[in-house]
Structures are given as C-alpha cells and as structure tokens.
C-alpha cells in the first residue's frame, strides 16, 4: 500500500518533469530556428521557465522519496530554481508593457535578479523568503493572465493559443498553492496532476498545432514580445 501511495505522489511530478523538458527542449529549438532572435521571444523564455520548472518538479520529487531532507539550504536551492521561472516572464512582461522604456529593462533585471537572489540566499527563514518573493510572484503571474486575457479576446498572438495559456497558468497557480495542504492529507498526487494538466496545456497553446495547419509554411517570425499591446 506505501508503494502505491508513493508511486502516486511521486508519478506525475516525473512526468510534468519529463513534460516541461521536452517543451523546454522544442521551444528553445524553435527559437533558434529564426532568422530573427530575440532574447524577449516568447520560446526562448518559455524554454527557460519550463527547464526551471523540471528542475523544480525533481527536486519536489527527491524530497518525496526522501533522499533529500527538506532543510533550510535545500529551500534556498528551489527558491533559486524558482527564480528561473519568475525572472524570465519578468523579461517578457516589461517589453510587452513597457516597451518604450528598453533601454532600462537591462537595469530593472539587474536589480530584480540581484533581489531575488540576495532573499534566496540570506533570507533567515522559509517564511521570510517566501514573502518577500511573493510581490515578484504575484506580479509574474497576474501580467501573464492579464496579457493573454488580452491577446486571447483581440486575437493579436494568433501564434499562440492565449485562452489556453490562460487556464494553464491558473491551473499550475493551483497545483503550488495546494501542493502543502494536499500532501499534509496524503493527497499530494492531486496537486501534481494538476500541474500534469496545466503542462501538458502550455504544451498545446504554444505549439498552437491548430495555427500550424493553417499556415503553409510556418513562417518564422519571431513569436516575440513585439505583439505589443
């Protein structure tokens, strides 16, 4: 009985990690494949969120078969790998929203990096780490819903299948807040399907299989930040 609970606990934080690579892998290839490259493009930062977020998945997944104690250095480590999740949809969002001001983004990122960085290491506890990233984490993450809300209802990121990056990102916002609670009641496998969905999700809405077939050829523009709003 232990096996099977285990198995379901730590089975789909495997495949959302095995998922998120090969997106991550596909999205940083398409990337590359342009003639034109950005380090704003919507691929290559999905690229980087999603190795961040498999990197994630793998850590939760040591610490479930316990081969990692869930000490205070070992959640320094995530919040770092969390960074990598946060900081590159930060990237994005700021050449989207506030494009005219580019030549300060390098500056912004500097600072937002070195504040991210500087809690994930020195932050004295759990707590106090998690609260200081959360305005950076709120910010990420409601930009990101309100930016495709937008693109989804003006049909401005055809590439891109907006409303189902709406529910992805809802989804995976999910599966981390609940992730505690529903382990704490042994449910932990509930909160990592979730986050199975909402990457298989993300999956779908970016590699758009529905706009592909309509296109002949796929041109290669960049599916960038330029879609501005």
């Known amino acids: 009985m232990m096996q099977v609970t285990l198995d379901t606990t730590i089975m789909p934080s495997l495949v959302a990690a095995i998922v998120s690579i090969v997106l ?5 290839f398409l990337w590359y494949g342009q003639e034109n490259r950005l380090y704003s493009d919507l691929p290559l930062a999905f690229s980087i969120v999603f190795t961040a977020h498999a990197l994630n998945q793998m850590l939760l997944s040591l610490t479930m ?36 001001f580019q030549k300060h983004h390098r500056r912004v990122m500097g600072l937002l990096t070195a504040y991210w960085v500087a809690i994930a290491l020195f932050g004295p506890t759990q707590d106090i780490i998690m609260m200081l990233h959360l305005p950076l984490i709120i910010t990420f993450i409601g930009g990101m819903v309100l930016t495709f809300i937008i693109t989804w209802r003006t049909g401005r990121l055809k590439e891109v299948r907006s ?3 709406v529910i992805s990102t809802l989804l995976s916002l999910v599966g981390q807040v609940s992730l505690v609670s529903l382990s704490a009641a042994g449910l932990g496998f509930v909160s990592g399907a979730i ?17 592909q077939r309509k296109q002949a050829p796929i041109p290669k523009a960049s599916i960038a930040a330029e879609h501005h709003l």
């Open 24 to 28: 991550s892998l596909y999205l940083f």
């Open 65 to 100: 078969l316990g081969l990692i104690p869930t000490s205070l250095e070992f959640f320094r480590v995530r919040a770092l790998v969390v960074g990598g999740i946060a900081l590159p949809m930060m990237v994005v969002l700021l050449n989207i929203w506030l494009h005219r």
């Open 163 to 165: 409303d189902l990056m």
């Open 195 to 211: 986050t199975v969905v909402a990457t298989l999700l993300s999956t779908i809405a970016l590699s758009n299989p529905w706009y």
